[in-house]
Structures are given as C-alpha cells and as structure tokens.
C-alpha cells in the first residue's frame, strides 16, 4: 500500500474513489461540500485590503464571503502542499517555467507563456464566480448532489475546455 505514495501515477479509478471518500468526510464532518474558488477570492481580498481596508469591508461580495484564511483556503494550501509532496516522493519534482506540451505548440517564450496563463487564469476566476463555483465545486460536489445548476455548468467547463484546446492546440 505504501507502494502508491511512490508511483508517479495513480489509477483514475482510484483517485476517483478516494475524491469521494473524502467527499463524504467533508459532509460527514464539517456539513461543507469540496471546493476551492472562493479561496481566491478571498486571497485577492486579503490582498485587496492590504491597501483599501475599507473600500473592501463595504463590498457586497466581502460581506458574504470574508477575506480571510478559512476551511478551503487550507485545503488549496493542502492542495498544494501535497502535490509537492507527492512529486518528490514520486521522484518527478521540476521546477519548469514552460511545460513540453506549450514549448512543442507554441515555442519557448517566457513571456507568451505567462500572458497565456495569466489571461487563462483570469477567465477561469470569471467563470467560477459567475457560476457560482469552481470545477471542483460544481463537478465533485454539485454533481453529487445531483444539482441540475453543476450539471450545466459542468457541461460548459467541457465544451469550452475542449473547445479551447482544439483552437489552441491545432495551430
């Protein structure tokens, strides 16, 4: 069992499963479905506050969702925390600027890679708010609560993902 800490890849299956046990744990315990936009939301409003303490205490959006460290803002440190962890123990730590599959489609430029992943990011952030929820949000927990609004929303994350990729990607 202790094998698996060390595979560079797991089963699909597996992981599937293992998403949804904890699923189950996070409704057990906390009465919270899995997610994480809104931590960056509320990143950008810790941030924000930084400078305009008061312009963000006023804020609509900040009264319903404080700008602070909460439940999914540990998970998306847990998030990360464990992928680092588990590239190293699966011994495929790198640190690369431009992924293989970027550089073979696009080239080596620093500088389109960043503003690519900063406007890709961006929309991302758009979308999750204006769908009230992430992929994560809406494709693991949404779905599991048969939630017609993740149903559609999902279907939209695959079409435009795709979609995307397809223009992207046939150049």
């Given at each position: 069992m202790l094998d698996l800490l060390f595979e560079t890849e797991w089963s699909p299956y597996l992981a599937g499963a293992g998403?949804?046990?904890?699923?189950?744990?996070?409704f057990l315990f906390s009465?919270?479905?899995?997610?994480?936009?809104?931590?960056?939301?509320?990143t950008s409003g810790m941030?924000?506050?930084?400078?305009?303490?008061?312009?963000v205490k006023n804020k609509e959006y900040y009264k319903m969702f404080a700008p602070e460290i909460e439940w999914q803002w540990m998970m998306v440190f847990g998030i990360i925390l464990g992928a680092c962890l588990s590239s190293v123990l699966s011994g495929t730590l790198q640190i690369s600027f431009i992924p293989?599959?970027?550089?073979?489609?696009f080239g080596d430029n620093i500088l389109l890679r960043f503003l690519m992943a900063?406007?890709?990011g961006i929309m991302m952030g758009l979308g999750a708010r204006w769908s009230w929820g992430c992929t994560s949000?809406?494709?693991?927990?949404?779905?599991?609560?048969l939630s017609l609004a993740s149903l559609v929303a999902v279907m939209g994350f695959f079409i435009a993902g795709i979609g995307t990729a397809m223009i992207l990607y046939s150049w």
């Open positions: 998403i949804g046990v904890l699923l189950w744990c996070s009465n919270k479905p899995l997610g994480c936009s809104t931590a960056f939301s509320r941030i924000e506050s930084i400078f305009c303490p008061d312009k293989q599959t970027f550089q073979a489609a900063l406007v890709g949000g809406h494709g693991i927990s949404g779905m599991s609560q």
